[in-house]
């Protein structure tokens, strides 16, 4: 498989390859697509055990989902 990047795209990637200790940007990109992989799958989950939930699981609540997680942003 072959992906076409921007330069600035390319340029973060490398970027983030460097920052990070990846060993190639093939290694980062697998890492991106098996994080995206477990958040599907966790979704899934989630979705399949609320059938009684009656606030909606869109976009929105899934956010709130993570800064409950995360906890407050600091500056």
């Not at 795209?9 to 697998?30: A, G, I, K, M, N």
């Not at 697509?33 to 477990?38: A, I, Y």
């Amino acid at each position: 498989m072959n992906i076409s990047l921007t330069d600035d795209l390319r340029d973060f990637v490398e970027l983030q390859v460097s920052e990070h200790s990846y060993t190639s940007t093939s290694e980062y990109v697998r890492a991106l697509l098996r994080r995206e992989k477990d958040i599907a799958s966790l979704r899934s989950m989630i979705l399949a055990g609320a059938s009684g939930q009656r606030e909606p699981m869109d976009d929105a609540f899934f956010a709130s989902l993570r800064s409950m997680v995360s906890g407050p942003v600091k500056q």
